[in-house]
């Protein structure tokens, strides 16, 4: 199923590979502010905050690639 999900994203071109890294980054930003809302030491929710601004600021990158290659996506 992988192979065949791969194959259907190549095949739909840049655009929808950059959509599928957005969605990527999505599901990381996702777990990351789950992982925010546990009870994490002080020096731990400190990292994982900024790697999480980091996600944050590289889907907003992607996105805007992808939006150059199809500034209408879907």
């Given amino acids: 199923l ?4 791969k194959r259907q ?4 071109g840049d ?3 950059l959509g599928e890294c957005v969605r ?7 777990a990351y502010t ?5 009870d994490l030491p002080a020096e731990v929710a400190k990292v994982v905050r900024s790697q999480l ?3 944050r600021a590289v889907r907003d990158q ?3 690639m ?9």
Avoid at 34 to 38: N, R, S
Avoid at 66 to 74: C, K, L
């Fill in 62 to 64: 992607v996105e805007r």
């Fill in 34 to 38: 789950q992982a925010l809302d546990a």
């Fill in 9 to 12: 994203v190549l095949d739909r």
């Fill in 24 to 30: 990527g980054e999505e599901a990381a930003i996702d």
């Fill in 2 to 5: 992988g192979d065949v999900y």
């Fill in 15 to 17: 655009a929808a590979m």
């Fill in 66 to 74: 992808r939006d150059r290659v199809d500034p209408e996506p879907g």
């Fill in 53 to 55: 601004d980091r996600l």
